[in-house]
């Protein structure tokens, strides 16, 4: 019998209840969203809790005391704010007499962006964690485990655990060591680079003009303007918006610098709006709203102006969200996602399988016809 010590797992209802240092201290830091911070700023601000259908749930790997890795981990009474959609397994389970939530799932609220989701610092730390998430699953009886937006190596682990794959697909824009955006345009079909700057002319011409705003330059009264823009954006997506007031104005004090807001005044008053996170190589594109209807604006702000930002800054790309094939002529390529799946019933788990072996197949043609289909200069053009 080995004597070597043991990773131990425990359940938090609270990532307060883990020491910023500690937490931050597993991450790669690539992005914002794992950070203790934002997740904090989450939970404090009530935009996940008791009554959200979001209830943390995080998980906390130790060895010899030293925390060596942590999950962020939500028992979910919904498929909400997710974006890796499983509404039809749902339906199709408790048709068939099987009760879908609550379920676990692994990631960040809200936020369909690829990042690290097992946080740690050792091997042992990563798989204590995931067996602890299944055995979780298991002790409390939820239909399944899922880890959403993860990494490419995170998801190549996944059959390790019994997990199953798969994959989505989101349209980014890469940096190809662009000097500026005429750089960027030049690389595209004559067509394409026409289009884009007709684009860009008519969405300057709205009879203001554009700011880009981070760290100090963002004050308290840009976070009322966008709140209105995401109030009025949220309730025609989602009905009622994913993110309390309460959440921006803890962003100003603890995640400003994490943020780029661009906006869009006239004549003194804020008219549109979209807020970016700043990772260490990528940009992440989350909101945008408006109070005015101008043509082209919302393509400025949302994929030109953080091309600018990005190429400025020499970032190696722009993620713009979930879905969207329109940015594809903007020169958004397609690029896949990735998520793990473990579902307890077996019969269930068996066709699940099925579907996503059909998916990745989908998913696979789909973006390589997009692909082919893109904005940029063929060979020979």
């Known amino acids: 019998m080995s004597d070597a010590p043991q990773t131990e797992v425990s359940v938090v209802g609270s990532i307060a209840a883990i020491p910023a240092a500690e937490w931050d201290g597993c991450t790669d830091s690539s992005d914002p969203f794992t950070a203790h911070r934002f997740l904090l700023a989450l939970e404090e601000s009530g935009s996940v809790g008791n009554g959200t259908g979001w209830i943390p749930r995080h998980l906390v790997a130790r060895l010899d005391g030293e925390i060596v890795g942590v999950m ?13 959609f499983d509404h039809a397994w749902a339906g199709a389970f408790e048709r068939a007499g099987g009760r879908y939530y609550p379920k ?22 990563l798989n ?3 067996q602890a ?17 993860c990494t490419e190596d995170e998801y190549n682990l996944g059959p390790k655990f019994g997990l199953m794959q798969r994959i989505g697909q989101q349209f980014h824009w ?3 060591g662009y000097a500026g955006f005429d750089g960027f345009l030049a690389k595209l079909s004559s067509r394409k680079r026409k289009m884009i700057r ?7 011409s709205f009879g203001g003009e554009i700011l880009q705003l981070t760290g100090d330059q963002i004050q308290p009264e840009h976070w009322d303007a966008f709140w209105q823009f995401y109030q009025d954006t949220g ?6 918006p994913y993110l309390t007031r309460e959440f921006f104005d803890i962003a100003q004090q603890t995640l400003r610098n994490d943020i780029l807001l661009i906006l869009a005044i006239r004549d003194g008053n804020y008219v549109a709006g979209a807020l970016n996170f700043i990772g260490r190589e990528t940009l992440f594109g989350r909101y945008w709203g408006c109070a005015e209807d101008h043509r082209y604006l919302h393509f400025e702000l949302c994929y030109y102006q953080a091309i600018d930002y990005a190429i400025k800054h020499q970032m190696a ?10 940015k594809l002529a903007r020169g958004y390529m397609p690029s896949p996602v990735y998520s793990l799946h473990w579902i307890a019933d077996e019969g269930f788990e068996r066709a699940v399988n099925q579907f996503l072996t059909d998916e990745r197949a989908a998913v696979d043609e789909d973006i390589e016809f997009l692909a082919a289909i893109g904005p940029f200069k063929k060979s020979g053009d």
């Open 235 to 240: 309730a025609r997506k989602w009905g009622t």
């Open 317 to 326: 790309r722009v993620e713009a969200g979930a879905q969207g094939e329109h």
């Open 174 to 176: 890469e940096n190809d």
């Open 72 to 84: 962020p981990l939500y028992a979910k009474g919904h498929s909400q704010g997710e974006y890796v």
């Open 133 to 149: 998430a299944i055995q979780t699953a298991n002790e409390n009886r939820v239909s399944s485990f899922h880890i959403t937006f």
């Open 198 to 204: 007709k684009e860009r002319r008519l969405a300057q």
């Open 128 to 130: 204590a964690l995931v």
């Open 104 to 125: 676990l799932q692994c990631a960040v609220p809200f936020t369909p962006a690829t990042g690290q989701r097992l946080l740690t610092k050792t091997e042992t730390g």
